[in-house]
């Protein structure tokens, strides 16, 4: 099968135009047509990685009356002669005058087209806009990561969360993105070992994995963790310590299940939570006047029942006791489990936490 690099077309590979109200207007003929800087090169970049190019473009403007059928394929033509691209396809509706259609992203119609055209590996291609509209295609279409034109804004950021669709990655130009696709495919191959949570201190030797792209942090895969696109049976280790307390019980549950798929035969699921039967007696001792038989103060008692809350997402939304977890881990297919901080230390792994007295969490090493 053959993989592919789905490109939306205006602001992605040709330049938007702009009505003098400011309203975006994609080119209505060809002498409107100006392909982006870098946008040749970066397709050339591509293609030397073995992708197959295909542009995948919403074009209202066909069912608006401005832009007629000849006009659009005479500029989707030249664009693939110009640029190497295997193939545009083109959604020409739109719902208030065409009635609903299965081509107009963010619905997968034109990415399916091409699968059958092109005997591609969905699930193994990239998808690349400027709008999130392109970001929810390629989710809803399972492709391996998805990339957005633009820039990392606060006001960007809010309609993401409200909206909940967050591409892997943002990057300026297209350029960029070859160049992260290249390192992409260098790493995720290569690498068989994985870090939830990574946060703003990835491990060395992992690939990583977290909710939120950070300022300066490179990740490699920004969604949840039941979400990561990977095949089956390729990771030798699963990481993610201080992760797990911050999912909800069914989004635990889906977790442990997507680790067991994708870890080898032997792979390990390495993990921690606070082991709330002792921590419960902490919360007791506190909310009866007795704190001074806590081993922390109580800010830390609240704390590692309900999370530090430092950031959005920083909360604590389960909690385990040891029989619980041990259930939950079984449920999930795991043939064999391991307990205790040596469990990581043996591995050279640290925390604060592993040798410090009362600070009581269940440490598990789920073998698949």
Same mark, same amino acid.
């Given at each position: 099968?053959?993989?592919?690099?789905?490109?939306?077309?205006?602001?992605?590979?040709?330049?938007?135009?702009?009505?003098?109200?400011?309203?975006?207007?994609?080119?209505?003929?060809?002498?409107?047509?100006?392909?982006?800087?870098?946008?040749?090169?970066?397709?050339?970049?591509?293609?030397?990685?073995?992708?197959?190019?295909?542009?995948?473009?919403?074009?209202?403007?066909?069912?608006?009356?401005?832009?007629?059928?000849?006009?659009?394929?005479?500029?989707?033509?030249?664009?693939?002669?110009?640029?190497?691209?295997?193939?545009?396809?083109?959604?020409?509706?739109?719902?208030?005058?065409?009635?609903?259609?299965?081509?107009?992203?963010?619905?997968?119609?034109?990415?399916?087209?091409?699968?059958?055209?092109?005997?591609?590996?969905?699930?193994?291609?990239?998808?690349?806009?400027?709008?999130?509209?392109?970001?929810?295609?390629?989710?809803?279409?399972?492709?391996?990561?998805?990339?957005?034109?633009?820039?990392?804004?606060?006001?960007?950021?809010?309609?993401?969360?409200?909206?909940?669709?967050?591409?892997?990655?943002?990057?300026?130009?297209?350029?960029?993105?070859?160049?992260?696709?290249?390192?992409?495919?260098?790493?995720?191959?290569?690498?068989?070992?994985? @870090?939830? $949570? #990574?946060?703003?201190?990835? *491990?060395? +030797?992992?690939?990583?994995?977290?909710? =939120?792209?950070?300022?300066?942090?490179?990740?490699?895969?920004?969604?949840?963790?039941?979400?990561?696109?990977?095949?089956?049976?390729?990771?030798?280790?699963?990481?993610?310590?201080?992760?797990?307390?911050?999912?909800?019980?069914?989004?635990?549950?889906?977790?442990?299940?997507?680790?067991?798929?994708?870890?080898?035969?032997?792979?390990?699921?390495?993990?921690?939570?606070?082991?709330?039967?002792?921590?419960?007696?902490?919360?007791?001792?506190?909310?009866?006047?007795?704190?001074?038989?806590?081993?922390?103060?109580?800010?830390?008692?609240?704390?590692?029942?309900?999370?530090?809350?430092?950031?959005?997402?920083?909360?604590?939304?389960?909690?385990?006791?040891?029989?619980?977890?041990?259930?939950?881990?079984?449920?999930?297919?795991?043939?064999?489990? @391991?307990? $205790? #901080?040596?469990?990581?230390? *043996?591995? +050279?792994?640290?925390?604060?936490?592993? =040798?410090?007295?009362?600070?009581?969490?269940?440490?598990?090493?789920?073998?698949?």
């Amino acid at each position: 099968m053959n993989r592919a690099i789905f490109l939306d077309r205006d602001g992605v590979i040709t330049q938007l135009s702009y009505e003098p109200d400011g309203v975006v207007m994609p080119p209505s003929n060809l002498s409107q047509v100006k392909i982006l800087p870098k946008a040749k090169e970066a397709i050339q970049e591509m293609r030397e990685l073995g992708f197959k190019i295909i542009g995948v473009t919403n074009q209202p403007g066909v069912a608006f009356g401005y832009l007629k059928e000849d006009s659009l394929r005479e500029i989707n033509s030249f664009l693939k002669k110009e640029l190497n691209i295997d193939e545009i396809y083109s959604c020409i509706h739109h719902p208030k005058y065409t009635g609903d259609c299965e081509c107009r992203k963010p619905k997968i119609g034109l990415l399916k087209q091409a699968e059958k055209d092109f005997n591609l590996d969905i699930a193994k291609s990239y998808i690349v806009g400027d709008n999130l509209s392109d970001i929810e295609t390629g989710k809803n279409a399972g492709v391996l990561k998805t990339f957005r034109i633009g820039k990392i804004r606060e006001d960007m950021l809010e309609i993401q969360y409200e909206k909940n669709i967050f591409p892997d990655f943002t990057f300026p130009d297209l350029l960029e993105v070859s160049k992260k696709i290249k390192s992409l495919e260098e790493r995720i191959y290569k690498i068989q070992k994985l @870090e939830l $949570g #990574s946060g703003a201190k990835p *491990s060395l +030797g992992y690939l990583h994995q977290d909710v =939120t792209q950070l300022q300066g942090v490179d990740l490699d895969f920004v969604c949840n963790p039941w979400q990561i696109n990977l095949p089956e049976n390729s990771l030798s280790e699963v990481l993610a310590l201080g992760v797990m307390e911050h999912l909800r019980y069914e989004d635990f549950r889906k977790t442990l299940s997507h680790m067991n798929k994708l870890l080898n035969k032997q792979g390990e699921f390495l993990f921690d939570v606070p082991d709330m039967k002792v921590w419960s007696e902490y919360l007791y001792n506190l909310t009866h006047g007795m704190s001074d038989k806590n081993p922390f103060p109580d800010e830390h008692i609240w704390a590692t029942t309900y999370g530090w809350q430092r950031w959005p997402g920083d909360e604590h939304k389960s909690g385990w006791t040891r029989e619980m977890l041990l259930e939950a881990v079984k449920s999930a297919g795991f043939s064999q489990i @391991e307990e $205790g #901080s040596q469990i990581y230390t *043996s591995k +050279g792994i640290i925390r604060g936490r592993f =040798t410090r007295p009362g600070d009581a969490h269940i440490y598990i090493k789920a073998i698949k």
